[in-house]
């Protein structure tokens, strides 16, 4: 019998911010664009810059991991953050293995518990609002998130409690 292959989660590194980078593009370029146009795509994507995913990686306040099926760079296939009690990223590459941003999204909820938080918040983007309602997420209200260049992408914002 094959056993399906698992990315490894592990915390982000700095020298990952450019293959983080990349995947945050590919993510939203391969599995959004059924739900925004492409200049909301486009202002999206400005967001997850190698330089502003470096700068994240170096906050004390933010935990990001990453997920990778093997070394070097293009061994990176998702990553995700918590900042506060809000999961703040959670992004796989399209050749992610199955099952990738879910593991992801536990690691981010072990840690909120490690950390003593009751419950997490995130803003959800369409497209992954099935994904969100399946790992047993809320839907609190519909929202909007700003982005640079006047583009706003209608967002939903969801919550959990956390069992401890
Ligand atoms: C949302 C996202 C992180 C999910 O990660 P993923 O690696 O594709 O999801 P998984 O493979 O872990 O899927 C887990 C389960 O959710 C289901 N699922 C995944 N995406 C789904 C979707 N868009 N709609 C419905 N179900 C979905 C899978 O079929 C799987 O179900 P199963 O457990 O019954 O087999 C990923 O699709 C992504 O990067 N999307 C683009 C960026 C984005 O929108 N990020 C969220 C920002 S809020």
Redesign the pocket.
């Known amino acids: 019998m094959t056993v399906p292959a698992r990315d490894r989660i592990r915390p982000a590194l700095p020298d990952d911010a450019p293959a983080m980078a990349r995947v945050f593009a590919a ?2 370029e ?3 664009a059924c739900s925004y146009g492409p200049r909301e795509r486009a202002a999206w994507i400005a967001r997850g810059s190698a330089d502003r995913l470096a700068a994240m990686v170096e906050d004390p306040d933010h935990n990001l991991f990453v997920a990778e099926a093997g070394p070097g760079p293009t061994g990176l296939t ?1 990553l995700a953050g918590l900042r506060g009690c809000e ?1 703040s ?5 399209p050749l ?10 536990r690691a981010v909820e072990s840690l909120a518990r490690e950390i003593g938080l009751e419950g997490l918040t ?4 369409r ?6 309602l ?2 047993g997420y809320a839907v609190l209200r519909l929202a909007n998130r700003p982005l640079p260049g006047g583009v706003s992408l209608p ?1 939903c914002l969801m919550a959990k409690t956390l069992a401890p």
């Open positions: 993510a939203i391969g599995k959004a998702g999961v990223l959670l992004y796989t590459a992610a293995a199955p099952g990738t941003g879910a593991r992801l999204l995130l803003n959800a983007s497209n992954a609002l099935a994904f969100y399946a790992q967002v």
